[in-house]
């Protein structure tokens, strides 16, 4: 090897040991102002409130956890559950939530995160706050509060009730395979049928709250998916008849949030659409049909 070569090498060998120098005393400083473990930390502000008949217990708790690795709200809560205290070091119970699956199947976990109604499990603190901005959770506000980020979501079931969302079948006896249907009318049905009954589409909504009856998006889906059924549609006429009054799709004012905030992306406009059309064409035509 020739002197110059030997040089350029030496200098490149240099240049990259004040790089990593450089490196390692930047990581150093960083863990050095940091808590242990990864040194990001998450910083929660959450509402919270003892009981539905105690309003004056309002009010909002600041908290500040361990970042972890892909963690989600929920995993934040559960840091929370671990060691309850504030961000100024005050001992708390801990807060109160619902929630079931963690994979966004069961919408038991949908909160009010930054504003915007999702379901915690699948909300994603990398997303939220990528520079440790703070992340405000709230409960539901269409439903009657339970306690901190649980609420009582009753209404929809009752909803699901008055619009007949179930396929009746004799349960008695052997009834043999289900009605074969195409893969066109399966790819129909198929989307509509992811509805978790989270409430995400009526939290969102306008026209949806404790003053009226509107049903919301999700069950006039729901009459749409029943109806296309094969054996649900044996009862199409009662779903019809049960949203063509008071607090039915009549009541939908267009506003089409529901379909924006959707989690499982449920085509929610295009079914107050069509049973829209269908209710219409009852309401002209059905007594031909009596």
């Not at 949030?257 to 085509?267: A, L, Q, S």
Request: charged fraction near 25%; charge should be neutral.
């Amino acid at each position: 090897m020739t002197d110059a070569s030997e040089a350029s090498g030496e200098r490149a060998a240099k240049r990259g040991a004040g790089r990593k120098g450089r490196a390692g005393a930047a990581s150093a400083s960083e863990h050095a102002d940091a808590p242990q473990g990864s040194g990001r930390v998450v910083h929660l502000r959450i509402r919270r409130q003892d009981a539905p008949d105690r309003p004056e217990t309002g009010r909002w708790e600041e908290f500040k956890v361990a970042y972890l690795p892909r963690m989600n709200v929920i995993s934040a809560l559960q840091q929370i559950q671990k060691d309850p205290r504030t961000a100024d070091g005050q001992e708390v119970a801990p807060v109160v939530w619902e929630a079931v699956c963690l994979e966004e199947v069961c919408g038991a976990c949908t909160m009010v995160v930054n504003g915007r109604v999702r379901q915690a499990c699948s909300t994603l603190v990398d997303a939220l706050a990528p520079k440790g901005e703070v992340i405000t959770i709230e409960p539901m506000s269409k439903f009657p509060l339970v306690r901190d980020l649980i609420v009582d979501r009753g209404r929809m079931f009752e909803d699901m009730k008055r619009v007949h969302a179930w396929i009746d079948i004799d349960g008695t006896h052997e009834i043999g395979p289900g009605p074969r249907e195409s893969p066109e009318a399966q790819q129909e049905r198929y989307p509509l049928s992811r509805c978790m009954t989270c409430g995400c589409c009526v939290e969102a909504c306008p026209q949806y709250g404790p003053s009226n009856d509107f049903v919301g998006a999700f069950a006039i889906s729901l009459v749409r998916l029943y109806n296309l059924h094969p054996t649900g549609k044996l009862q199409k006429t009662a779903r019809l008849e049960s949203v063509m009054g008071e607090g039915g799709v009549t009541d939908c004012g267009k506003s089409q949030n529901c379909v924006e905030v959707c989690p499982k992306e449920i085509p929610l406009v295009d079914s107050i659409a069509s049973v829209s059309r269908d209710a219409t064409k009852h309401l002209l035509f059905g007594w031909l049909l009596k």
